[in-house]
T-cell receptor
């Protein structure tokens, strides 16, 4: 079964440190999404790419978050500097074409101390 | 007001019960309606995917969409302990555009 792969699965670091999360979408999927999940806000869209081009990053705090897709097999989400309020589970999802559902990875559980 | 409202529960039912989960939404432009199931420490996995009003059945699961009322439902028949999870409704205005999720309903099915 093809899966979206996210690394690392867990990350604990101190505030002010740079955090990089990686996502390998399902091969052939041309649209990649980054979501953040917290108890208070639920699942929120941060950014998404189609054919590696950023389409919408309006959900992302621009001053500290950045998302890139250096090639078709890798998407990255960076936080610099990290803050305790960034503690959450970050999910990546990918989809191919029209009328197809998004497939999610198992997330990166991030704790900023 | 959130674009998608979902009662977070928690909901606890005995094994074999019929479960009804619901969401309401505010934007009539939404066309694609999904239900995801999320187990603890896992990503959401798609359960049901529908376009337009009506019912869609898959095994013990039935998804219902009423676009006139902006209301979607998921019914689980003969619920099992393995159905214990968080259920998220998700809605989109385009076929592979961004999803707007409900808050999620935590369901526990006890033996």
């Amino acid at each position: 079964d093809a899966r979206v792969t996210q690394t690392p699965r867990h990350k604990v670091t101190e505030m002010g440190q740079e955090v990089t999360m990686r996502c390998q979408p399902i091969l052939g999927h041309n649209t990649v999404f980054w979501y953040r999940q917290t108890m208070m806000q639920g699942l929120e869209l941060l950014a998404y790419f189609r054919n590696r081009a950023p389409l919408d990053d309006s959900g992302m705090p621009k001053d500290r978050f950045s998302a890139e897709m250096p090639d078709a097999t890798l998407a990255t989400l960076k936080i610099q500097p990290s803050e305790p309020r960034d503690s959450a589970v970050y999910f990546c999802a990918s989809v191919v074409g029209y009328n197809q559902p998004q497939h999610f990875g198992d997330g990166t559980r991030l704790s900023i101390l | 007001q959130k674009e998608v409202e979902q009662d977070p529960g928690p909901l606890s039912v005995p094994e074999g019960a019929i479960v009804s989960l619901n969401c309401t939404y505010s934007n009539s432009a939404f066309q694609y309606f999904m239900w995801y199931r999320q187990y603890s420490r896992k990503g959401p996995e798609l359960l049901m995917y529908t376009y337009s009003s009506g019912n869609k059945e898959d095994g013990r699961f039935t998804a219902q969409v009423d676009k006139s009322s902006k209301y979607i439902s998921l019914f689980i028949r003969d619920s099992q302990p393995s159905d214990s999870a968080t259920y998220l409704c998700a809605i989109s205005g385009t076929s592979y555009g961004k999803l707007t999720f409900g808050q999620g309903t935590i369901l526990t099915v006890h033996p």
